[in-house]
């Protein structure tokens, strides 16, 4: 069995036995070739076991694939620690024991991924990338469940069903429309600062090997008085940052539409381990009424130069799954899986994920997901909780009485609580009324304004451009309306955007309405058939 235990631990590891081909019932398979018949031509029997088996399992392959992030790639690694957080020794911001002793190693399971369309669509397409990390440590599961931009549409987890929507095929067409998109979008201020990274070439990272990761949503960290700090996860490539412009997508995508999956097969199976620094941004866990924006408000970032990147470790890719569909495909990553010294924020968005996770899994992996050897902490588990579907095995050390499956027991030999390891975080005491209100620092334009002015030119000039192929074809309305909004957050971004609108307008240009990307070119429907040669039939 190999040591993630993605190998069934008896079958025969060594010998001529080891190549045996069996059923799942251990029977040696001596004709796979033929099924049983009455005469050499048929009819087919029913009693054909073997056969019945093999192609029933094979209707069954699939299980859903996830709602969002439905492709992507997953490797395995390692996080190294530096024991401290910028200058100060880790214990001083949290007593989570994988970041305080330099050189400390903990095993993980990254997971990079887009997020809009399915399991197998290209991956040159303009979308966020997930960047979600499984740390195994020794206190169990710690799952980091990030993107590689540091911001995010909404901040309200109640929009995320529309959003998810407006961003997928059209339930009519079952095509991708930017109009739908933005239609969603120009009544959506707050989206204006991901929009603004989206639609320039952060939007196509080259590939995973080169992409920076963010845990986006606001979190805490707790250090063994119970004091807590916020904070928020950056992950920088040691390879560097690429992203491509849309038309050099376009390029790699006619050639080859697993590109980042390949890309990262490759590197790793060549020795060519890709590496991340891990940094940290921490503030005091306050409401931070000095700051224009609210700290746990995740479409912002936090100023570099008054929340420095904090070094914490480093990560390293170097294994690669044994089988796509065990490790990566069934892997699981949740918003809620902490350990001590962890803790969440009073962030929304995040409290919204953190239902949404497990939620999913437990339908689309099963109830039992967490017994799966990819999902599983690699240390002690033993809970009360039985049944369920496919349960794998009873989750109780060999010493512990089974019969007892509650607790507290008194006198039977059951589990125990486990003691406590620090004081507890007791957040300040607040009282507010029940409501449904956004926030109040909303603050929507002014960091999306000063992204675009960052900007280098030729990242400038592929936003606009992008914008504009993908909003010609739109409603005039929601034409206006998102001029509107990009003039809010620079008076140049709005200018340029109407003015390539005005100028496509005043080409009459063919505008056709599509996906993402790919709009503004209304021939490339016709495309195929026109230079297609005929063939006869057959
Ligand atoms: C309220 C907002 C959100 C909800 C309800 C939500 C919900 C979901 C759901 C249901 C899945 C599928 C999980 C599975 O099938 O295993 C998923 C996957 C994912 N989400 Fe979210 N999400 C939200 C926001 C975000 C944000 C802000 C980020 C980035 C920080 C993010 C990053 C990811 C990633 C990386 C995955 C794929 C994990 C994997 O590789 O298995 N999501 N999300």
């Known amino acids: 069995m190999n040591k993630d235990g993605i190998l069934n631990p008896n079958s025969q590891t060594e010998g001529e ?102 399991g197998h669509s290209p991956e040159t397409l303009r979308d966020p990338r997930g960047f979600a990390v499984k740390f195994y440590t020794e206190d169990g599961n710690w799952d980091l469940v990030g993107n590689n931009l540091k911001v995010f549409f909404i901040r309200d987890a109640m929009k995320f069903p529309d959003l998810v929507h407006a961003f997928k095929p059209d339930p009519v067409t079952n095509i991708q429309d930017g109009e739908r ?119 912002k970032l936090w100023p570099e130069d008054q929340f420095p990147w904090l070094p914490v470790g480093k990560m390293t890719l170097n294994r690669n799954p044994l089988d796509y569909f065990a490790e990566v495909e069934q892997s699981a990553f949740g918003t809620g899986v902490l350990v001590d010294g962890l803790d969440f924020s009073d962030d929304k968005m995040l409290q919204g994920r953190t ?48 019969s007892v499956n509650y607790e507290p027991s008194t006198a039977l030999g059951g589990l125990n609580e486990a003691p406590k390891a620090g004081q507890d975080h007791e957040p300040e005491y607040k009282t507010a009324k029940l409501v449904r209100r956004k926030i109040d620092r909303t603050n929507d334009y002014k960091q999306a304004g000063e992204r675009y002015r960052l900007f280098e030119d ?44 005005n100028a496509l307008n005043d080409q009459n240009a063919a505008m056709q309405k599509g996906p993402i990307g790919t709009t503004g070119s209304a021939d490339a429907v016709h495309q195929a058939e026109d230079v297609a040669k005929e063939s006869k039939p057959f």
């Open 17 to 118: 036995g080891a190549k045996t081909l069996t059923t799942r019932q251990g029977h040696p398979v001596t004709d796979n070739q033929n099924v049983r018949t009455l005469g050499n031509r048929g009819p087919v029997t029913l009693e054909n076991y073997q056969f019945l088996e093999k192609m029933s399992h094979f209707d069954r392959e699939r299980i859903p694939e996830r709602v969002v992030h439905a492709r992507g790639a997953g490797a395995h690694g390692v996080f190294e620690a530096y024991g401290t957080v910028g200058d100060d020794p880790a214990g001083k911001y949290t007593r989570a024991k994988l970041f305080q002793e330099k050189g400390k190693q903990t095993p993980v399971f990254v997971r990079f991924s887009s997020v809009i369309h399915g």
């Open 181 to 299: 998109i933005f239609d969603f979008i120009s009544s959506t201020p707050e989206a204006m600062h991901m929009i603004t990274f989206l639609f320039s070439p952060y939007g196509i990272p080259a590939n995973y090997r080169q992409m920076q990761g963010s845990g986006v949503n606001t979190y805490k960290w707790v250090n063994q008085d119970g004091v807590g700090v916020l904070v928020k996860y950056h992950f920088e490539p040691l390879q560097g940052i690429k992203n491509l412009t849309q038309e050099q997508a376009q390029e790699i995508q006619g050639k080859n539409f697993n590109h980042a999956t390949q890309d990262l097969f490759e590197a790793i199976e060549a020795g060519n381990y890709p590496e991340w620094e891990m940094l940290v941004q921490i503030m005091s866990d306050d409401e931070h009424p000095e700051l224009d924006f609210d700290p746990l408000d995740d479409t």
């Open 458 to 501: 030729w990242e400038r000039d592929d936003l606009i451009k992008n914008l504009v192929n993908t909003l010609a074809p739109t409603n005039k309305l929601i034409q206006d309306r998102m001029v509107e909004h990009f003039t809010k957050c620079d008076p140049d971004y709005g200018r340029r955007v109407a003015e390539g609108l």
């Open 355 to 402: 239902f949404a996770y497990s939620d999913t899994q437990r339908y689309r992996v099963g109830t039992n997901y967490l017994q799966l050897p990819i999902n599983a902490p690699r240390t002690h588990v033993a809970t009360n909780q039985r049944g369920g579907q496919m349960a794998y095995h009873v989750d109780l050390a060999p010493g512990v009485n089974p």
